[in-house]
């Protein structure tokens, strides 16, 4: 308790900490909410200032900038179907097509609810068992147990948006094969790159995915509009009601143990527990084919998760000092700027810190939720700008969304050829929510199974002696196998009931 | 200045910072400056960073960068150009117009990878640095609560004896200098090393930390905060000589290893296009800048302090030079090269 009003005082009683308090809350929302720049970005901008703050001050202002990005990017993709950042996009998978619906103000009222919901119980939990869990995560996880995540993870992934299984699988395996694209992880040869040097670093996820919702979307508005049917979205400023968040409880809760892992895990974080958190959601789902038309779930599942790895990203940082990202070395550099290293000896020689920075997190998550109630009520109202203007300036946040992650011309290029492959593809039935799924967790897996080779002696069998990974891959054959039955049963019931009145006039 | 201004004010005085670099408003302390070449620059310079923001590149450019600026009197401003292991900018630096004013933020890789074939960047040819500002050995460390083994010596007593091959969590894997210096200990050691690259800096302490690697290859500087906090033990120095502050740490020569190692190092690099007087006057803004408190400062915030020393343009070519001969040799041995 004493804890908590050190950590209380050291935020709201210091003039100089609250105010870089707002600016890093209102910072990082403004800069997460911008495709290509990220709170990152900011971050990297504030670093040399850090040297005139107090270690704490510092701090304190990454981690809140850290809480507030992650969540500025879901309005974007909500209300326009362009993600602030790679964590956000599973937030267009349903977000923006409950926009279309005429529930945006619904759709953002679950983001920040969910975000703020799912960065508390985050928060609180790094309170309670930083030093307890940090160890822990550590020695459980290495590459092995990441690559059998990720598998779990991609089990589901082809029931996501598409018209059929088949649809969705293919899908998942074309984003598989663009995460090919690159440098092959394994003796950094390069792979499919077609002689380019650019492309020998990969396909960048950003702008895929600014191809595939954003500019996929404003090709199929202006279709609709050519062919005369586009009905313009009705503004929906509706909060989502307590019951309906009530009905979610479960979502919410397993979202929360997703995000908080995969934010524990060092290069895995917020990105992959937006993913898999909306993945568990659909897996666990009684109608999983609602997902992908506008359903509250998969707006709030995504949500929960990545704000859930933000408290989970300072676990490792704070109690061993392994940064689990960009955002996190950021703060690692701030916290030797000013001579002191983050590890298990930093919560007894700087509780006060530890505890100031945990509270700024808690209240910066709070903060989220009030600053959030007001953007329902008034940044829907955007909506109402009419198509032919908004397209361009669709287009244009995309180009410089694109352009801004590398500096690189190529990836606006991947956009709009994205896009404009996305809008055929839409259109045939696949699932581009599949299509980001197979790149972002292909990327991911291929990285952990080349690691996790070495490590098990170059033999498959290793998987069988790491407990996690056995759970995880037997988790996944159970998944795909009860998939498979179900299916089975469902067109044997089908045959049944169609063969019935043959049977009946014989 | 911590110490004599008020921990209220300090935030504000950020924050006020922040609002100036925002209007691009430069410190102009340009007295002691060396003179510029026919007004050389009159405008911003912009700097390519092959690796990400917030990175170990990034930092250490940021940290230069700002003096340079603060002594021409002009901007820098930086362009992170991440991908294919530092590859990725190459394209645009290669066309860039050499008016000196677009500069090449890059460290050994650019000697590793001309010497592995990896990139068209040829030293001397189509890149040349302006300076070498920071250098730094390397070391292996073990997880302190590793039960097998807890120095070098029965490190290689237990790899000898169990025959047990070894990871190593690195930075980077074939064709890297952390890739020929593990593979010239093993074959020198009789124990079977095998790097595991591991890109991201967090992914990597992690793996060590929860031993599902057995070594760990870094600098001092990444290492020390897990030494200091009892959670890694350096165990070898992979240099012909410590420095003093080491002298405890067995290198290379102690435990009868006789390759010569090479240095991680950090550069800022221009086309050899570039005016000569432009180039000279690049070269003398960064020693300026490196001989600045600032600069200091960051290389003990980073622990280089202790081996980086100043590398011009040609004393730099030619360290470069010399460092890609010798990884010629170690890749042609390796069967990396033919």
Redesign the interface.
């Given at each position: 308790m004493s804890d908590l009003i050190t950590g209380l005082s050291g935020v709201l009683l210091d003039p100089a900490t609250l105010g870089l308090f707002v600016f890093a809350l209102i910072g990082g929302i403004v800069f997460g909410s911008i495709p290509g720049i990220s709170g990152v970005t900011l971050a990297a901008i504030l670093l040399p200032f850090t040297a005139g703050m107090s270690t704490t001050q510092a701090v304190m202002t990454f981690a809140v900038l850290y809480v507030s990005s992650v969540y500025g990017g879901a309005i974007t993709a909500i209300l326009f179907n362009i993600p602030g950042s790679p964590n956000n996009a599973p937030a267009c998978f349903d977000g923006y097509p409950m926009t279309l619906n005429g529930q945006s103000g619904k759709a953002i009222g679950a983001a920040v609810t969910a975000s703020a919901l799912g960065g508390t119980v985050s928060a609180l939990v790094m309170m309670l068992a930083t030093e307890s869990i940090a160890g822990w995560a550590v020695r459980a996880f290495g590459p092995p147990e990441i690559f059998a995540l990720v598998v779990f993870g991609l089990t589901v992934a082809g029931a996501v948006g598409a018209q059929t299984l088949s649809h969705g699988w293919l899908s998942v395996c074309l984003g598989l094969l663009l995460a090919t694209i690159g440098t092959s992880p394994a003796g950094n040869v390069p792979r499919f790159n077609m002689g380019s040097t650019y492309l020998m670093g990969g396909i960048e996820f950003v702008a895929i995915i600014l191809g595939v919702f954003a500019v996929s979307e404003v090709l199929k508005q202006g279709q609709h509009i050519a062919e005369g049917i586009r009905v313009p979205p009705k503004i929906g400023i509706d909060f989502p009601s307590f019951a309906e968040f009530w009905a979610l409880k479960l979502a919410v809760f397993r979202s929360i143990i997703i995000g908080f892992f995969s934010g524990i895990l060092p290069g895995i974080g917020a990105t992959l527990a937006a993913f898999l958190g909306y993945n568990e959601a659909v897996r666990w789902s009684r109608n999983p084919k609602k997902f992908g038309t506008g359903t509250l779930e998969g707006v709030v599942a995504p949500e929960v998760a990545n704000n859930a790895a933000t408290g989970a990203a300072m676990v490792p940082l704070l109690a061993l000092g392994i940064p689990g990202g960009a955002l996190t070395a950021m703060m690692l550099a701030a916290f030797q700027m000013h001579g002191l290293d983050p590890g298990p000896a930093l919560f007894m020689t700087s509780r006060e810190l530890v505890w100031t920075v945990f509270v700024a997190m808690l209240l910066a998550n709070m903060s989220i939720m009030l600053l959030g109630y007001l953007e329902t009520k008034t940044i829907v109202h955007l909506l109402r700008i009419p198509f032919p203007l908004l397209a361009p300036i669709i287009l244009m946040l995309g180009i410089i969304g694109a352009y801004a992650v590398r500096n690189l011309m190529l990836d606006v290029w991947v956009m709009l050829i994205a896009g404009i492959a996305a809008f055929v593809l839409r259109g045939r039935g696949y699932s581009m929510a599949g299509v980001v799924l197979g790149v972002i967790l292909g990327q991911i897996g291929e990285g952990a199974f080349v690691k996790a080779m070495p490590i098990m002696n170059y033999e498959l069998t290793g998987f069988l002696y790491r407990p996690v990974a056995l759970v995880l891959l037997l988790g996944a054959v159970l998944s795909v196998a009860i998939s498979a039955f179900q299916r089975v049963r469902r067109a044997r019931k089908e045959a049944g009931r169609d063969g019935l009145p043959a049977d009946a006039s014989a | 200045?911590?110490a004599s201004?008020p921990?209220?004010?300090?935030?504000?005085?950020?924050?006020c910072?922040?609002s100036l670099?925002g209007l691009g408003v430069a410190d102009a302390q340009t007295t002691e400056a060396p003179e510029k070449p026919d007004g050389y620059p009159s405008r911003d310079i912009t700097v390519m960073i092959p690796f990400?923001?917030?990175?170990g590149s990034?930092?250490m450019m940021?940290?230069l960068g700002?003096e340079m600026a603060r002594i021409m009197g002009v901007d820098f401003r930086y362009?992170?150009?991440?991908?294919?292991?530092g590859?990725?900018a190459?394209?645009?630096f290669l066309v860039a117009p050499t008016d000196g004013y677009t500069l090449l933020q890059h460290h050994d890789a650019v000697v590793t990878g001309q010497a592995a074939g990896?990139?068209?960047l040829v030293i001397g040819e189509n890149i040349v640095p302006i300076c070498i500002p920071q250098q730094d050995f390397s070391q292996l460390f073990i997880n302190a609560e590793d039960d097998r083994f807890d120095d070098w010596e029965s490190l290689v007593e237990y790899a000898q004896e169990t025959g047990e091959?070894l990871?190593v969590a690195a930075s980077?894997?074939?064709?890297s200098h952390e890739h020929s210096m593990v593979t010239l200990i093993s074959e020198g050691s009789g124990i079977d090393l095998?790097v595991?690259?591991?890109g991201?800096?967090?992914?990597r302490?992690?793996?060590i930390?929860?031993?599902?690697?057995a070594l760990y290859y870094d600098q001092p500087g990444e290492g020390?905060?897990?030494v200091?906090?009892?959670?890694l033990t350096p165990v070898l120095s992979i240099v012909e000589e410590a420095p003093d502050a080491f002298s405890h740490i067995p290198d290379l020569r102690d435990v009868g290893l006789e390759f010569n190692p090479t240095l991680k190092f950090r550069a800022l690099w221009a086309s050899p296009e570039v005016p000569e007087e432009r180039r000279d006057y690049l070269e003398a803004v960064c020693r300026q800048a490196a001989d600045s408190e600032g600069w200091q400062d960051y290389l003990e915030?980073?622990y280089t302090h202790l081996n980086s020393r100043f590398y011009g343009s040609e004393e730099g070519t030619e360290f470069a030079s010399q460092m890609l001969e010798t990884y010629r040799t170690t890749f042609r041995d390796l069967g990396i090269i033919d």
């Open positions: - | 200045m911590n201004i921990s209220p004010l300090r935030g504000m005085l950020a924050v910072l922040l670099s990400g923001t917030g990175g990034d930092q940021r940290a700002a362009t992170n150009k991440s991908g294919a292991g590859l990725a190459i394209p645009d990896k990139h068209n091959t990871r980077s894997g074939q064709g095998e595991v690259p591991f991201d800096p967090g992914e302490v992690s793996a930390l929860g031993q599902h690697v020390r905060p897990y200091e906090e009892g959670q915030r980073t």
